[in-house]
């Protein structure tokens, strides 16, 4: 296998792992373990067939298995604290909502809908790089978009207002 072959998926493959992350650091350490994967396993990848959906089947068993290995972390509720939170005046308002509703959708649903909005995988792609079946990638789609929906429609419209200070003692 030619290295600039897998050289030219690395864009991609930051861009689906940011996406699947959510955190920049996360990413780039999800895109090495696939890249470190695929070097080490590269005799198993058959030469003719689709090297950008091989290297996206081992990034999704990469963070499959370390989703599985990571211990429980507690989280904030963000709707707990959003009054607390400092607010921005942005154009970028929108977007964050998107990215925000994305990380809220399940792991399962979010990794299609990843899959065929941001990289342009076809279905069949899909399926192949998630092993499931092509139904069940339609049907989790159907389900995400109409949930990244209702999300969307529930989020909070920008504020143009600063929120006022707060005394603290």
Not at 115 to 138: F, H, N, R, W
């Amino acid at each position: 296998m030619d290295s600039s072959a897998i050289v030219e998926h690395i864009p991609s493959l930051r861009r689906y792992a940011r996406a699947l992350t959510g955190d920049a650091w996360a990413a780039d350490d999800l895109v090495q373990d696939t890249l470190e994967r695929a070097c080490g396993k590269w005799r198993l990848w058959s030469a003719g067939t689709d090297l950008r959906a091989w290297l996206f089947t081992i990034m999704h068993n990469v963070f499959a298995s370390q989703i599985r290995r990571a211990p429980a972390r507690s989280t904030v509720d963000v709707e707990d604290v959003i009054h607390e939170l400092r607010v921005v005046e942005s154009h970028r308002d929108q977007a964050i909502d998107l990215q925000r509703c994305v990380l809220l959708l399940p792991e399962d649903q979010r990794a299609v809908l990843l899959l065929v909005a941001l990289e342009d995988l076809s279905y069949a792609q899909v399926a192949k790089v998630l092993g499931i079946p092509l139904g069940t990638v339609m049907s989790r789609l159907s389900r995400a978009r109409d949930r990244l929906r209702e999300l969307m429609e529930a989020a909070p419209p920008p504020v143009t207002t600063r929120p006022g200070l707060r005394r603290l003692k």
